[in-house]
């Protein structure tokens, strides 16, 4: 019993049942709030940003304002979708190892609490976004049906859960050029799409790997759909997917960007594109071997030497424009 009152704790007794374990509901602090928001996930809305720069649009003032708003948005429509996360995941959270210290599944906050704080950030985020752009406001709308069906429907459908993280990735995209105003490429939506349904299957791979090491492990992985006989299969599709990832990035920079005249010297690109292959085999390395402990994105913001090759990837496309 997490946080319950005097009246359930009675109603439990009278029924006889024993009770392996009961904890009194704490006080929430601030650090709960921003760990139930995921404040720190708001990073992976920097992709929002990456058509602002390619589009070469970051000395627009008005694209900036635009790209800034939507960055917050996205971040207040993704916190209401981690809550609403966290509340449908109550009970498995509760039997987890790390997940059980939550600050809903230990009774920190109280669900309906939490539940009616997740609808005020998602209006938010689309009444701020609605001020700047309407198109953008269109696939935000998506990207919220989509994370909201992963969370209680597809999480726990194999192949067809990192599809649908791999789309949503894009879709961060997608509306960082609505907000931008820059054009569309397509190789560039592609290849999105590819590489982060490779990080994504990254994921899901170390956590086939765990478990499988884990004394007396069974087949099955409970919540996920997959099993520990999975990860051959899982390996070669997402090593496999991340190589045409970095094939469709090639052909992006020789049939897209050099067509448009944008960079003076864009063959300081193919840079970019040695440095994306070598930063995603990488964290294949670290994923086949367990050592990948967070989502590919967040592990990125932390670690030196992914920070070091995105600092190396600017200096490359700056000379690009020169």
């Given at each position: 019993?997490?946080?319950?009152?005097?009246?359930?704790?009675?109603?439990?007794?009278?029924?006889?049942?024993?009770?392996?374990?009961?904890?009194?509901?704490?006080?929430?602090?601030?650090?709960?709030?921003?760990?139930?928001?995921?404040?720190?996930?708001w990073s992976k809305n920097i992709?929002?940003?990456?058509?602002?720069?390619?589009?070469?649009?970051?000395?627009?003032?008005?694209?900036?304002?635009?790209?800034?708003?939507?960055?917050?948005?996205?971040?207040?429509?993704?916190?209401?979708?981690?809550?609403?996360?966290?509340?449908?995941?109550?009970?498995?959270?509760?039997?987890?190892?790390?997940?059980?210290?939550?600050?809903?599944?230990?009774?920190?906050?109280?669900?309906?609490?939490?539940?009616?704080?997740?609808?005020?950030?998602?209006?938010?985020?689309?009444?701020?976004m609605g001020t700047k752009s309407?198109?953008?406001?269109?696939?935000?709308?998506?990207?919220?049906?989509?994370?909201?069906?992963?969370?209680?429907?597809?999480?726990?459908?194999?192949?067809?859960?990192?599809?649908?993280?791999?789309?949503?990735?894009?879709?961060?995209v997608v509306i960082g050029i609505?907000?931008?105003?820059?054009?569309?490429?397509?190789?560039?939506?592609?290849?999105?799409?590819?590489?982060?349904?490779?990080?994504?299957?990254?994921?899901?791979?170390?956590?086939?790997?765990?478990?499988?090491?884990?004394?007396?492990?069974?087949?099955?992985?409970?919540?996920?759909?997959?099993?520990?006989?999975?990860?051959?299969?899982?390996?070669?599709?997402?090593?496999?997917?991340?190589?045409?990832?970095?094939?469709?990035?090639?052909?992006?920079?020789?049939?897209?960007?050099?067509?448009?005249?944008?960079?003076?010297?864009?063959?300081?690109?193919?840079?970019?594109?040695?440095?994306?292959?070598?930063?995603?085999?990488?964290?294949?390395?670290?994923?086949?071997?367990?050592?990948?402990?967070?989502?590919?994105?967040?592990?990125?913001?932390?670690?030196?030497?992914?920070?070091?090759?995105?600092?190396?990837?600017?200096?490359?496309?700056?000379?690009?424009?020169?």
């Open positions: 019993m997490v946080g319950v009152s005097r009246s359930t704790r009675d109603a439990f007794a009278r029924l006889g049942c024993p009770v392996e374990y009961e904890t009194s509901r704490e006080p929430a602090r601030l650090r709960d709030w921003l760990k139930l928001l995921r404040v720190h996930q992709l929002l940003v990456v058509p602002l720069i390619l589009g070469q649009a970051f000395f627009q003032y008005h694209a900036l304002l635009a790209v800034a708003v939507g960055f917050v948005a996205m971040g207040l429509v993704a916190s209401g979708t981690y809550v609403v996360n966290d509340i449908s995941d109550i009970v498995a959270d509760r039997l987890h190892q790390t997940k059980k210290m939550r600050p809903i599944a230990r009774g920190a906050i109280d669900a309906g609490q939490a539940f009616c704080v997740a609808l005020v950030l998602i209006l938010a985020g689309f009444v701020i309407l198109p953008a406001t269109g696939w935000l709308l998506a990207y919220l049906v989509g994370t909201l069906s992963y969370s209680l429907f597809f999480k726990s459908l194999p192949m067809i859960d990192v599809f649908i993280l791999g789309g949503l990735y894009t879709l961060r609505c907000l931008a105003g820059t054009q569309l490429s397509h190789w560039l939506l592609m290849f999105c799409f590819f590489f982060f349904f490779a990080l994504s299957m990254a994921k899901r791979h170390v956590e086939i790997t765990k478990a499988a090491a884990r004394p007396g492990a069974g087949v099955e992985i409970k919540g996920r759909g997959y099993r520990t006989t999975d990860a051959p299969l899982t390996l070669a599709m997402g090593v496999s997917t991340n190589l045409v990832a970095v094939l469709i990035l090639s052909l992006y920079v020789a049939s897209d960007i050099y067509p448009r005249l944008l960079y003076k010297d864009p063959q300081w690109l193919w840079g970019t594109v040695i440095l994306v292959m070598m930063w995603s085999s990488r964290i294949w390395l670290l994923s086949h071997r367990g050592e990948l402990d967070d989502d590919p994105v967040s592990f990125a913001i932390r670690d030196r030497l992914s920070l070091l090759m995105g600092l190396v990837t600017c200096l490359f496309f700056v000379l690009s424009m020169r």
